[in-house]
């Protein structure tokens, strides 16, 4: 797997970004399943709790049709 670390600076918690692409698997956002099509999506920056220390990340939001 390969990362890309220059996706991941200078996140800022509330920032949003639209990604799309085709779902070869399933994607569950808020209970909506999707796969097998190509969709857009949106991603949210949040804090959450990685080994003790509390981390940004990007956490699925919303379908955008």
């Known amino acids: ?3 890309n670390e220059r996706e991941y600076c200078g996140l800022v918690k509330g920032k949003t970004r639209i990604k799309k692409g085709f779902l070869l698997f399933p994607k569950n956002i808020n209970g ?3 796969w097998l099509e ?3 999506w ?5 804090e959450f709790m990685c080994e003790n220390n509390v981390v ?4 699925n939001d919303d379908w955008i049709d």
């Open 1 to 3: 797997m390969k990362w």
């Open 56 to 59: 940004l990340g990007w956490d």
């Open 32 to 34: 909506e399943i999707r």
């Open 38 to 40: 190509f969709a857009k």
């Open 42 to 46: 949106e991603q949210k920056v949040i």
